[in-house]
């Protein structure tokens, strides 16, 4: 069992920044990979960014490439999103969620992670 705690998450403007964090109990027990997904009210929930924890290679979709940041300290467990000039459209709950993945189409769906933390709020507004 592998636990997961975001925190992180508040409330900023247009073109602003946040740093969010994923605690986990044990990053390499969860799995190869640890992904941050994104829920806003009355949609799905999107995968925006993965990382192979044990390649260190990271995943991002078209909508936060070359804004958001996925990095990963051995050292205290801890993955990080950095996420820069944050868009209104960013506005969601995120989380953290961790499992083993063997295909690149597996890389943001949902379904294949199956730890996940409990989630923080972004909020991007003017």
């Known amino acids: 069992q592998v636990q997961l705690m975001e925190s992180g998450g508040g409330t900023v403007a247009p073109g602003g920044s946040l740093r969010l964090a994923c605690a986990a109990s044990d990053l390499q027990s969860g799995g190869n990979y640890i992904g941050w997904f994104r829920q806003a009210p009355g949609k799905e929930r999107e995968g925006v960014a993965t990382?192979?924890?044990?390649?260190?290679?990271?995943w991002y979709i078209d909508a936060v490439k070359d804004r958001f940041t996925i990095s990963q300290d051995t050292n205290t467990n801890t993955v990080y999103l950095q996420m820069d000039r944050l868009q209104v459209e960013d506005t969601a709950m995120y989380f953290c969620?961790?499992?083993?993945?063997?295909?690149?189409?597996?890389?943001?769906?949902?379904?294949?992670?199956?730890?996940w933390g409990q989630g923080t709020q972004v909020t991007v507004a003017a």
């Open positions: 969620a961790a499992g083993r993945l063997f295909a690149r189409k597996e890389l943001f769906a949902p379904g294949k992670y199956v730890y």
């Open positions: 990382l192979n924890t044990h390649g260190n290679t990271p």
